[in-house]
Structures are given as structure tokens and as C-alpha cells.
């Protein structure tokens, strides 16, 4: 990939090419309050994108006492300055530092790690500059918006060697592995089928009106489109991102991102992934079916749970499910009493915490891979991406998840990427 700047291309890999693989060390008068922690356990994190779901993820993060953000970035000023709020009023100092442009935040050699939470145009990309300038990332989903870019992703991730988690957090969260784990487990016998919710539509192409540009302090314009194509300054574009397809991923990569993940874990499938993609017959996704080599079938509903995100897995001797803000129903009603033996004997047996959080940290310092690594997500996201190019076509696909590719199928191959606008391009 070539790296876009402002900032001389040459300055900027020289600057950052040294990077240490492990966290650099923070004086520990920056800290404040939140407990006695070496300075070599301290992690040095930036954060790109802080709105409503960033805030929330940086709170998350500090309430980790080996974590401290020195850096945001984002290209609206106002949220900057309420992310610059945040911290400097955790730590008691007015030392963090913003950035209007990533490439300048991403220049820095004393940053270990990132997180990113900008809108859905811009996680691959600015997660893969990111992981070139040497920086772990934890970056919310979804990982990108087409099979390509989640594909350069996860490969540059193991080129590199950084240590990259995707915010598909129920993947460490209590109730969720629970479940995943009786289908893992055998406690529902042979699995045959997965339920996975997800959210209905697709958004449409919308060219609107020019509108006045705010000066580039107050929105840096071009920064905000990034690879997207140029649209002229339309206010709606930033208030609404869901309306417009350029934006927005789409419905099945809002929840499905999470919720094909967690069917992924269940199945055994979380390197591979499904190989054919049946049609609904509709305009909505309710009823994709994606079926697995292994006979098991996942199907997508945007009904049917008694919270956000559920899934459900069933076997031929039992089922489970889970949604967000609900108890799990199992069948039989027994295996809820083998909930906590479980939990700690998967804690026990993998070393992982159950949050998605801590689990990224910990992997920053032990450079172990995370419980929802690139190569993880970049599969779970192809479910996400195959499944919206199945509904652009209105007919069945065949996918080779091994080759990323659709046998025999160029006007579905032809899909699979799109291109970025200079210079933002992968």
C-alpha cells in the first residue's frame, strides 16, 4: 500500500520504522490517580475518530490503569476538543495532544497503539496505515466495506507483525462465551444450524446539493471523505452516514459483523467460512442462508431475539442462545447450571480475559494474537460482504473462502473491491 501525505513519504517511514515491538515507556507523573503501575507497563495509546461509539471505547480503555492516551485525532474540531476534554481531565494535565490529520498522529515514535472508531469508510484503511507506521491497533467494526480491504488488512497485519483486535467485543463477553462454548463443546451434539440477527438495509447512492464548506479547521472536508469518492460538502452526509452507501457499509455489516462472528467461533469455522450463499427472494436479507461445507447452515434474521445482536445455535441434542441485556436460554434447562465451570475452564484453558479490551492489551505486551484477530475478522466479515453481493445480484452465489474468490463467477468477482480515491488507496 501506498501511504498518502502531506507529511513527505520518506520522513514518515524513516521517523517510524524503528518502532519497538514492545510499549514505550511513559513518565509516571502523567498519570493520575488510577493506581501505581510500572512505567515499562504502561501501553501509550492514540485514538482516530472520537464520536459518540469513540468516547464510549476510550472510557473503556481507561479505566485500565496501564493505559494512557496521549493523542487523538479526529477531522471535526469539535470533537477533538471534547476528546482532549476527556483526557486531560482523567489525568489532571493538559498534555494530550490533537491532530486534525491521521498521517501526523501516526508520525509520532512514541505511540504504541491506536484505537480507531471513525466511521465504517475509513477502519481499513486507517488501521492499515497504522500497523505500517508500526502501532497495534484496536479498531471497531466493521473491519472495512468490501472483501478486498479486509483482505489487504489482515494481510498486512501479519506482515508486519502488529498486534490488531476488532471491537467484536461479545466475542469476550461472559453470556456469549458461554453458549459458543457449549456448541464448541459438544453440549448440544451435532450442530446443524446457527441463527445470526442482523439489521435490514442497504443504503442507496444520494449525490446531494453543495452546501457552503466549513473553514478546514472547524472539518477538515477531505480528510472526512477519505477513499470514498468526492461528494461537495452536504451537511447530511456527516449527520446521517447510514443514508448514503458510500458511508455506510450496510445492514448486514452493522450487526452482522458481531453476530456472524460469534456463529463462526460456534462452528469451528473461524479460519475458513461459509461456501454458498442461497437468495432470500426479497430486498431486506431476511432469510440469507449461508451454508457450510461441514452441512451446517447459518441463517440471517432481523427477528426472533429478545435483544440486540442474538444468535442461536442449535444441535441435535440441545440449542442456546443470547442477545444483548438477556440471561442465555439453553435447552435442557441443566446446562445452565454448567455456566460457571465453563466460563473458568475457558478462562483457565486459553488465558484470555472476558474483556475484549484487556484481552487486546494483554496481547500488546505479550505480542500473543487476540481473541478476534485480522485474519478472524477478515473471515467473519466475508459472511458480511458475500452476503450483500449475493442481495446486489439477486441470485446464489458460490464462495471459495480459501481463495477469496467466486468460482467461475466474474460479475461477482468484479464486486469485491472498489476503487479508493487519491490518494487514500490500498
Given at each position: 500500500m501506498s501511504i498518502p501525505s502531506k507529511i513527505d513519504r520518506r520522513s514518515f517511514l524513516r521517523r517510524t520504522a524503528g518502532v519497538a515491538a514492545l510499549p514505550i515507556l511513559i513518565p509516571a507523573s502523567s498519570r493520575r490517580a488510577q493506581g501505581a503501575v510500572a512505567a515499562n507497563e504502561r501501553i501509550a495509546m492514540g485514538a482516530i475518530g472520537i464520536g459518540g461509539r469513540g468516547s464510549y471505547d476510550l472510557q473503556w480503555f481507561m479505566q485500565n490503569p496501564d493505559v494512557q492516551f496521549v493523542a487523538m485525532c479526529d477531522a471535526r474540531r469539535d470533537r477533538r476538543d471534547a476528546a482532549k476534554s476527556l483526557i486531560d481531565n482523567a489525568y489532571g494535565n493538559s498534555d494530550c495532544a490533537t491532530y486534525r490529520d491521521l498521517r501526523d498522529m501516526l508520525a509520532r515514535d512514541d505511540i504504541d497503539a491506536v484505537l480507531i472508531a471513525t466511521s465504517d469508510r475509513w477502519h481499513s484503511l486507517a488501521s492499515i496505515m497504522a500497523m505500517r507506521a508500526g502501532k497495534d491497533v484496536f479498531c471497531e467494526k466493521p473491519l472495512g466495506m468490501n472483501v478486498r480491504e479486509t483482505q489487504v488488512l489482515a494481510e498486512v497485519a501479519k506482515q508486519t507483525k502488529r498486534v490488531f483486535q476488532v471491537?467484536?467485543?461479545?466475542?469476550?463477553?461472559?453470556?456469549?462465551?458461554?453458549?459458543?462454548?457449549?456448541?464448541?463443546?459438544?453440549?448440544?451434539?451435532?450442530?446443524?444450524?446457527?441463527?445470526?440477527?442482523?439489521?435490514?438495509?442497504f443504503a442507496p447512492h444520494v449525490w446531494l446539493p453543495a452546501e457552503p464548506e466549513p473553514p478546514k479547521d472547524e472539518l477538515d472536508w477531505e480528510l472526512f471523505l477519505g477513499?470514498?469518492?468526492?461528494?461537495?460538502?452536504?451537511?447530511?452526509?456527516?449527520?446521517?452516514?447510514?443514508?448514503?452507501?458510500?458511508?455506510?457499509?450496510?445492514?448486514?455489516?452493522?450487526?452482522?459483523a458481531h453476530t456472524f462472528d460469534l456463529c463462526q467461533f460456534a462452528n469451528d469455522t473461524a479460519l475458513t467460512g461459509p461456501t454458498r450463499f442461497v437468495f432470500p427472494n426479497n430486498d431486506t436479507s431476511e432469510g440469507l442462508v449461508a451454508q457450510y461445507e461441514n452441512g451446517v447452515n447459518l441463517t440471517m434474521t432481523a427477528g426472533g431475539f429478545p435483544g440486540t445482536c442474538g444468535v442461536r445455535f442449535e444441535g441435535d441434542e440441545g440449542t442456546a442462545m443470547c442477545a444483548d441485556g438477556v440471561m442465555p436460554e439453553v435447552s435442557p434447562v441443566s446446562l445452565l447450571g454448567e455456566r460457571e465451570t465453563i466460563l473458568r475452564n475457558y478462562v483457565e484453558h486459553t488465558g484470555r480475559s472476558l474483556d475484549h479490551a484487556r484481552d487486546f492489551l494483554d496481547c500488546v505486551k505479550s505480542r500473543r494474537d487476540p481473541i478476534a484477530s485480522a485474519e478472524i475478522a477478515r473471515r467473519a466479515h466475508d459472511i458480511c460482504h458475500v452476503g450483500a453481493i449475493c442481495m446486489s445480484l439477486k441470485r446464489d452465489v458460490t464462495w471459495d473462502p480459501e481463495t477469496s474468490s467466486f468460482p467461475n463467477d466474474e460479475e461477482a468477482n468484479r464486486m469485491r473491491s472498489r476503487a479508493n480515491r487519491a490518494p487514500w488507496v490500498l
Open positions: 471491537c467484536t467485543q461479545r466475542r469476550s463477553e461472559p453470556n456469549f462465551v458461554y453458549i459458543v462454548e457449549l456448541a464448541r463443546k459438544g453440549y448440544l451434539g451435532k450442530l446443524h444450524t446457527l441463527t445470526a440477527h442482523i439489521v435490514h438495509g477513499p470514498v469518492p468526492y461528494h461537495p460538502y452536504n451537511r447530511d452526509y456527516v449527520d446521517r452516514r447510514h443514508a448514503h452507501a458510500d458511508f455506510w457499509a450496510g445492514g448486514l455489516h452493522e450487526w452482522g
